[in-house]
């Protein structure tokens, strides 16, 4: 079974500008977590869709969003750009219910220079 | 509020030698826990998780946790350290009820091999 795959790999932007990240889970997986990993605050909760509908969120402003297909793949988006938004971003999917594991993706490494 | 704490950033043995990643967690509900390992430039990768029945688990690559409720502890162990076991730890918290699919994660542990 292929694992949870996050395109692009590396991206460069500058501030202000939006961007637009991919996250493709597990087959059979209808869950799908976000997270901003950084040195400073380490790993961090975004957001999670669980078929097609967001069911959680985190603690990061309106200009972080995400949404979910109907074949269970996501997207989020970070738009105007901060210097701070650079991170690898990490998505993970999972089965939904609580005692599920998550499984994580390689990571989209954003820099915004 | 749930959270994780790692007791530790670095930690660094010798090839061989017993490995001892601490985490101690808060939480108002019955906890799921998980260990995670990070190596560079890749996701993360599940250890072992406790989900309520046999306190002692045991995960991938001869790890294994213990939890420990009057502790509210679930430290991480290997009995003999290797090479390949260099990389970065997370000990994370689901929280349950209606946060779903949040998991709330230590500030991380880099294990050091010598050899």
């Known amino acids: 079974k292929a694992g949870v795959t996050q395109t692009p790999r590396y991206l460069i932007k500058t501030r202000g500008q939006q961007v637009t990240l991919s996250c493709s889970p597990i087959?059979?997986?209808?869950?799908v977590s976000w997270y901003q990993q950084t040195p400073g605050q380490g790993l961090q909760f975004l957001f999670e869709y669980f078929s097609e509908t967001q069911r959680n969120k985190g603690n990061f402003p309106g200009r972080f969003s995400g949404r979910q297909f109907s074949n269970s793949r996501s997207e989020m988006n970070v738009s105007t750009l901060e210097l701070g938004d650079s991170a690898l971003y990490l998505c993970?999917?999972?089965?939904?219910?609580?005692?599920?594991?998550?499984?994580f993706g390689p990571g989209t490494r954003l820099t915004v220079l | 509020a749930q959270s994780v704490t790692q007791l530790g950033s670095h930690v660094s043995v010798s090839e061989g030698a017993l490995v001892l990643l601490r985490c101690n967690y808060s939480?108002?509900?019955?906890?799921?826990l998980f260990w995670y390992v990070q190596y560079p430039n890749q996701g993360l990768q599940l250890l072992l998780k406790?989900?309520?029945?046999?306190?002692l688990v045991k995960g991938i690559n001869g790890f294994e946790a213990e939890f420990k409720k009057s502790e509210t502890s679930f430290h991480l162990t290997k009995p003999s350290a290797h090479m390949s076991d260099a990389a970065e730890y997370f000990c994370?918290?689901?929280?349950?009820?209606?946060?779903?699919?949040?998991?709330?994660f230590g500030q991380g542990t880099i294990l050091t091999v010598h050899p």
């Open positions: 994370a918290v689901d929280h349950g009820g209606t946060s779903y699919g949040k998991l709330t």
């Open positions: 087959s059979g997986h209808r869950s």
């Open positions: 939480s108002s509900v019955p906890p799921y």
């Open positions: 406790y989900t309520s029945a046999a306190t």
């Open positions: 993970a999917s999972s089965l939904g219910a609580r005692a599920n594991e998550q499984f």
